[in-house]
């Protein structure tokens, strides 16, 4: 990195030459990459301000990078400026209408969730889930007709995360007070998981039936390339053939 | 898929069972993945209103699946208000003020782009380029100085797009009309690039000198492992050792 000050060249160091940037000009910018995109009077010289907003925007979503964002960018300049309006509409429009279900915290529109609301489920069987996204991966297998409770989050001292702050209470209110035959447990086997599982566990066992989901070889696993705990859970987990 | 019709079950065909469905209900949809996340009132029970709208705008993005898409739409739904407006602003910004240079082509939000006004640049040398996103490559390098003229695209008669279709008739005139010493042609060696780069370099032969880039082993690349039609045009393209 070369540096020009009052008409001579100067070597630097790039981390030094952005300070000295910030100092001198007020601002500095470099991309993710380390590359940089700005120009000495603080101007950048390859995207165009909006351009490099909406880069620097599409930069924050999860597994996105620069490459990525601008290359997302480049397509959404060329469609038309409705196809535009429709994505950022349908943004806005998630963010300002989507809460959760006051009885099961899964995402929601209205303040009971259709799944809640839907009088053909089996209420008898709650679903107990981490995440809203498990709600969605357990419906797309349309297997399940109970109803879920969505946790949250799962019990992380670490994180500061303790059982108050996950929807527990509502969770031992909704099995008391309403006829729950059963509760299965569907969290992920991390520590924090079986922690979580295992408290919820001892919680509603004097109330209710409490199950667990299975946990063995994946369909289309291959036996010789699972790992040892994996194997253990589907020996220890085996079942009669019926 | 089994199907209840009238209080029995039939066992039907999934094509079959989504022609039914949209002869009864009048809609049917199912995402790409081919699940049906619809019920049988043509309800969506997975995803909430407006946040299968916002995966469904997700998903016309170049490289978003329904998974990606799914992740996305999860995470945004997640942030704070504020952040989610100021992406939906980014993108109605960048559509409504990016547009292009009227001298060179390049995506810019004023009549004339930045590289265009800069006085510092070298003005007798013009690098042809098939699209913005190439001037963006090149000038990430900060090895070029001059300016640039964007084509729009590449000559390919399969798509109906000829010479007319390019901004070529434009840059005849900056060549004749300005002090062009040197037009260095820039495209990527594809046929209809090789196309490009001919009739072009034909057409101002007679008024400036034409160069294209050089195409041989990238850097970092292994002599072992390039294919024969890149090798060819490193042997072709060798120079004297200086």
Redesign the interface.
């Known amino acids: 990195m070369y540096f020009k000050l009052y008409g001579l060249w100067f070597s630097i160091n790039p981390k030094l030459y952005s300070i000295v940037n910030k100092v001198i000009y007020g601002k500095c910018q470099t991309d993710r990459l380390g590359?940089y995109?700005l120009d000495r009077q603080g101007?950048n010289?390859?995207?165009?301000?909006?351009?490099a907003?909406?880069i620097?925007?599409?930069q924050?979503?999860?597994?996105v990078g620069p490459k990525?964002a601008?290359?997302?960018?480049?397509?959404?300049?060329k469609?038309p400026?409705k196809?535009?309006?429709?994505?950022?509409?349908?943004?806005?429009?998630?963010?300002?209408?989507?809460g959760l279900c006051k009885v099961c915290f899964h995402?929601?529109?209205?303040p009971v969730?259709?799944?809640c609301r839907?009088q053909n489920r089996d209420r008898t069987t709650i679903c107990i889930v981490a995440d809203?996204?498990d709600v969605?991966a357990l419906?797309?297998t349309?297997e399940y007709r109970g109803l879920y409770h969505v946790l949250g989050g799962t019990i992380s001292p670490m994180d500061g995360i303790g059982p108050e702050q996950l929807h527990i209470s509502s969770l031992v209110q909704r099995v008391t007070k309403e006829q729950v035959k059963e509760v299965i447990l569907a969290i992920s086997p991390s520590v924090e998981g079986e922690t979580t599982t295992l408290y919820i566990g001892q919680l509603l066992k004097p109330f209710t039936k409490v199950t667990r989901i299975a946990f063995g070889l994946p369909m289309g696993g291959d036996l010789e390339y699972a790992d040892e705990v994996t194997l253990a859970r589907a020996l220890s987990g085996r079942r009669e053939l019926d």
Chains 1, 2 share one sequence.
């Not at 924050?60 to 597994?63: C, E, I, M, N, R």
């Not at 601008?70 to 300049?77: E, F, N, T, V």
């Not at 995402?107 to 209205?110: D, H």
């Open positions: 590359k995109t101007k010289t390859i995207y165009t301000p909006p351009l907003r909406l620097e925007q599409l924050l979503l999860p597994g990525t601008q290359r997302l960018a480049m397509h959404l300049i469609r400026e196809d535009v309006h429709a994505l950022a509409q349908a943004l806005i429009d998630a963010k300002k209408q989507v995402l929601s529109a209205e969730c259709s799944i839907n809203s996204r969605i419906e797309k349309r």
